[in-house]
């Protein structure tokens, strides 16, 4: 997560009582940002009916998909939605399926193979990467960079940039083209990636520790000395909030306290589980800690953090790439023991493609996951954080197998701060650039622009 503007936010919405509708709970190194409070905000001078903020979240997942699993039949509302999408069904007025998408400077365009490396590096960019796997990478800023740019300074974070799988940011991982290629989805420029945070612990600790490095080692040893929550150090102030507030805002902080404090608990059980791990020697390499050892525990911890960090206004551009593309990690908690990137290549085979089709759906599994945390959050004017938000769930890559970079997997999640119409199958036109889409949702996030990558115009939607 980059750190251009880590400081606290300005809080310069008061109240008659001297409260921020959006306020923070402050302690010993630690700083706790608030969801939205009603009773604050009916506390303000008038105007009091302020929108909530819109959000976007990028999440990408590697290698395609099986797209016979993955695409309604007709174009239009969406009926029952198909079988790897079916996880999606009780949010299916949030989504839309988008066909026809392309990502035309994911193909070789005379660079020869190398399809994993530029699906994911051109996937938020629309740029043609460089093929080098030297220092001298080059491919564009992405645009969850270019929304963190225009309106990044509104948060305490322009931009937060979240992981599943570590990746190496040198060296040849995909044909001649540099493992930073496949291993980034966020670019700062065409030549600096920002590298994702993959450990649920340091991310809760950006989070939601405060901003003096001083006080942020005392809070450390004092909690490691008497076990205690970052949570524990701010409850004097939640104590003397809750005094302002009308009972449903005190259910409202209560539920969000708690749900912070799971975050936290669930991570230090990992750590602790790690810690009585009795290491598998491995030779030039240093087991990791704090990261879940179980894919679905990872990814749900992330997905917890990323709805944290919206609903406290934190940040308001989060990107969450599953795995890096080309990855090769098997699932075997779901009965898939073979590496993702193996049967990718599935040749046709019934049988791959059925090994193909269950991490696909456990993919949107987590997705949905992700939804169903967002629709719960309660947001002002009687929103939700789902309802004030985009989010753009794909890959790069059609059909693994095929490595074509047209007809691409997409949906769009959320109604955008009620922009957008969900619930719909929306099949353009071939070869539509995926980043006609960006620019549709630069305009509802407050970033417009004339042209994003290889654009050709403003998405309908």
């Not at 839309?96 to 193909?107: A, Q, Y």
């Not at 193979?113 to 992405?142: E, N, W, Y």
């Not at 955008?416 to 995926?434: R, S, V």
Request: proline share 6%; net charge positive.
């Amino acid at each position: 997560m980059p750190s251009r503007n880590d400081g606290a936010n300005a809080m310069s919405d008061k109240t008659q009582n001297g409260l921020t509708r959006r306020t923070v709970l402050r302690g010993l190194g630690t700083a706790i940002a608030l969801p939205w409070l009603e009773s604050l905000a009916s506390a303000a001078p008038a105007p009091t009916a302020i929108a909530p903020p819109r959000r976007a979240a990028f999440v990408y997942v590697p290698n395609g998909v099986n797209m016979p699993g993955w695409t309604p039949g007709e174009a239009g509302k969406l009926g029952k939605l198909p079988e790897t999408l079916a996880s999606l069904e009780p949010f299916k007025e949030y989504v839309n399926v988008l066909s026809n998408m392309t990502l035309d400077k994911g193909r070789a365009n005379g660079d020869g193979p190398g399809d994993h490396a530029r699906a994911m590096s051109s996937f938020l960019t629309g740029c043609q990467p460089r093929k080098t796997h030297g220092a001298d990478i080059r491919v564009g800023m992405s645009a969850d960079q270019h929304i963190a740019n225009t309106i990044g300074d509104q948060t305490r974070f322009p931009s937060i940039e979240l992981g599943i799988e570590r990746g190496g940011q040198a060296g040849n991982c995909d044909s001649g083209y540099s493992c930073a290629y496949s291993a980034n989805l966020s670019w700062r420029s065409e030549s600096t990636p920002n590298a994702k945070e993959v450990d649920p612990k340091l991310v809760f600790e950006r989070l939601f520790g405060g901003n003096d490095p001083k006080e942020l080692a005392a809070t450390r040893a004092k909690k490691e000395l008497y076990s205690k929550s970052v949570l524990d150090f701010v409850m004097d102030d939640a104590k003397s909030l809750t005094k302002s507030l009308g009972q449903g805002d005190q259910r409202k902080l209560d539920e969000y306290l708690t749900a912070v404090r799971e975050v936290e608990d669930r991570i230090a059980k990992v750590r602790k589980a790690n810690a009585s791990r009795t290491p598998i020697a491995k030779p030039n390499m240093t087991p990791p800690t704090g990261v879940p050892g179980e894919f679905k525990d990872h990814a749900q911890l992330m997905c917890d953090l990323m709805v944290l960090a919206f609903q406290t206004d934190l940040t308001r551009v989060i990107t969450l790439p599953f795995a890096n593309d080309g990855s090769n990690r098997p699932y075997k908690t779901i009965g898939v023991p073979d590496g993702h990137h193996d049967l990718s290549h599935h040749g046709s085979q019934p049988e791959k493609l059925a090994k193909i089709q269950k991490i696909n759906t456990f993919h949107v599994e987590m997705l949905a996951y992700l939804v169903g945390k967002m629709k719960g959050v309660k947001e002002a004017n009687g929103t939700t954080l789902l309802d004030n938000t985009m989010m753009v769930y794909g890959s790069g890559l059609g059909d693994g197998n095929r490595h074509n970079h047209d007809e691409l997997p997409i949906l769009l999640v959320g109604k955008g701060g009620g922009t957008i119409t969900g619930g719909q199958h929306l099949k353009f036109a071939k070869e539509t650039p995926l980043m006609n889409l960006y620019l549709a949702i630069f305009d509802r996030m407050g970033a417009p622009t004339k042209r994003f990558g290889d654009s050709t115009g403003k998405l309908a939607i």
